[in-house]
């Protein structure tokens, strides 16, 4: 048998437990697949001392995790601290200084220090993983960076964070609000230290900035990622797209438009049909469509503990195997940097929600202003009454229009004395 692969864990919170987990019940597993066992020799968290209902004393400990990239008894280092910069950061600069192989399920660094890290990498030439940085547990980033490499891809787009889709389906299954159901996801272990980055789409667009580069060959450009998130969504939202045949979702899409390529996060209601539609709870999917491959559906448990840890450890096989390419699938020299759209002026079917006033002649008044912008109407509701406001709801679709069309009209309709909050302008996805 060859030698054991020994390995520094930085982290031992949701994820970092799942790993240790992991590697001790499916020991001799990993052994064979790895071809030599997969060992964890040294860890490093904030507190020493809190109780993680493991047995941590037969391995060393680093109070600065920085420190384990240059112990002798560790040829791999594992990151799950979290955060972009900070410890996470500098123990990625080291580790891959002192000539060893970095696995990480860290997502905001990745989308924001991805390029570096994958250019020092290869310099150094050691192995630079991620697996579970992107939706979990599905193995995505191999199946796009292996499976699908020799596609050119026209779009790449998903679910791409648990969290939220774990609040919009208990939302749409209970009825319950977005801030009870936010409570729950955290103590599913599901949400990030900070949750505004789950609900406001910002670890989705990390994810999606690590996607676009995979897919298309790209540098990772969190800043040319349009962000919006699913604090606006409500109930009754969840309700009124329901009975028009579809769900909402929190989508992060990249698509190739001539040379630039646009990317995007937003909730969106998707047809029923569609088969995002029926991913629910912490499940993600990514959708990838390639030329030769044709729609690929990728789809699995996108966060906690046990499938975070199944990619972590993933990767950690590979690395015993010898067996990686460059980080994002194209040597870092070689990605390049694209014209970003963030929010391209996009055409397509929106779903609108005014809360009004409830006295004649306000619904001539949004007709009219929509006229006047080229909007054109293809279905009208009016029920229900906002508890806040009093106010009644007014809900619209569009057929398919200008999206800044739309949206100037949005900034007009939030002027007016008889529209009482700011409107809900969501996209309605295509089959
Ligand atoms: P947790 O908050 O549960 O755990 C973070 C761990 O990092 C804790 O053990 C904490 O120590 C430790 N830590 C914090 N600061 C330091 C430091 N300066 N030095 C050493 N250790 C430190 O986070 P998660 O396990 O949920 O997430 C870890 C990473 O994995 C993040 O990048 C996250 O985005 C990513 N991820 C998480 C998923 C999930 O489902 N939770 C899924 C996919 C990716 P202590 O315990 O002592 O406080
Ligand atoms: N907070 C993240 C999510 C963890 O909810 O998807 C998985 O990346």
Redesign the pocket.
Same mark, same amino acid.
């Given at each position: 048998m060859a030698k054991a692969l020994k390995v520094g864990l930085? /982290? #031992? !919170?949701?994820? +970092? /437990?799942g790993v240790l987990a992991l590697l001790a019940q499916n020991a001799a597993l990993v052994t064979k697949r790895a071809a030599r066992p997969v060992v964890v020799s040294a860890v490093?968290?904030? *507190?020493r001392h809190?109780n993680?209902g493991v047995d941590l004393s037969a391995l060393a400990w680093e109070d600065?995790?920085v420190d384990l990239a240059g112990r002798a008894d560790v040829d791999v280092v594992v990151e #799950?601290? +979290? @955060?972009s910069d /900070? %410890?996470?950061l500098a123990l990625a600069k080291a580790t891959i200084s002192a000539g060893k192989a970095f696995v990480?399920?860290?997502?905001?660094?990745l989308a924001h220090h991805g390029l570096e890290l994958a250019s020092r990498a290869e310099a150094a030439q050691v192995a630079l993983k991620f697996e579970?940085?992107v939706a !979990?547990g599905i193995p995505v980033i191999k199946g796009m960076r292996e499976g699908l490499a020799a596609n050119e891809l026209t779009a790449v787009y998903g679910i791409l964070n +648990?969290t939220c889709n774990y609040i919009l389906s208990t939302m749409e299954r209970n009825g319950s609000t977005f801030a009870q159901v936010l409570g729950e996801a955290q103590a599913l !272990?599901?949400?990030?230290?900070d949750p505004s980055f789950d609900v406001d789409g910002i *670890?989705a667009a990390h994810k999606l900035a690590i996607l676009t580069a995979l897919g298309f060959g790209t540098k990772p450009n969190l800043e040319g990622v349009g962000i919006e998130g699913i604090r606006q969504i409500d109930s009754a939202d969840i309700d009124y797209a329901r009975s028009l045949g579809y769900r909402i979702k929190l989508v992060g899409a990249a698509r190739r438009v001539g040379e630039a390529v646009t990317q995007r996060v937003a909730p969106a209601l998707v047809p029923h049909a569609h088969p995002l539609a029926s991913v629910m709870d912490s499940l993600n999917a990514v959708v990838a469509e390639g030329n030769f491959v044709g729609r690929m559906l990728f789809q699995g448990r @996108?966060? !906690?503990?046990g %499938?975070?840890a199944s990619a972590v450890v993933a990767d950690l096989i590979d690395v015993a195997r010898g067996e990686w390419g460059p980080a994002f699938g194209t040597p870092a020299s070689d990605l390049v940097s694209v014209p970003a759209i963030p929010l391209a002026p996009t055409i397509g079917r929106f779903y609108m929600r005014l809360t009004v006033a409830d006295r004649p002649g306000v619904l001539a008044e949004v007709t009219a202003t929509l006229r006047d912008v080229n909007v054109s109407i293809e279905s009208v509701i009016q029920r229900g009454q906002d508890p806040l406001t009093g106010g009644v709801y007014l809900v619209l679709t569009t057929h398919a229009v200008v999206e800044n069309a739309l949206r100037e009209a949005a900034a007009h309709f939030s002027r007016l004395e008889s529209v009482l909050a700011p409107p809900v302008v969501l996209q309605i996805m295509d089959l």
């Open positions: 930085a /982290g #031992l !919170g949701t994820v +970092g /437990g490093s968290a904030r *507190d809190r993680r600065n995790a #799950l601290i +979290g @955060g /900070g %410890p996470a990480s399920a860290n997502k905001a660094m579970a940085a !979990g +648990g !272990g599901y949400a990030e230290a *670890d @996108g966060a !906690g503990a %499938p975070t």
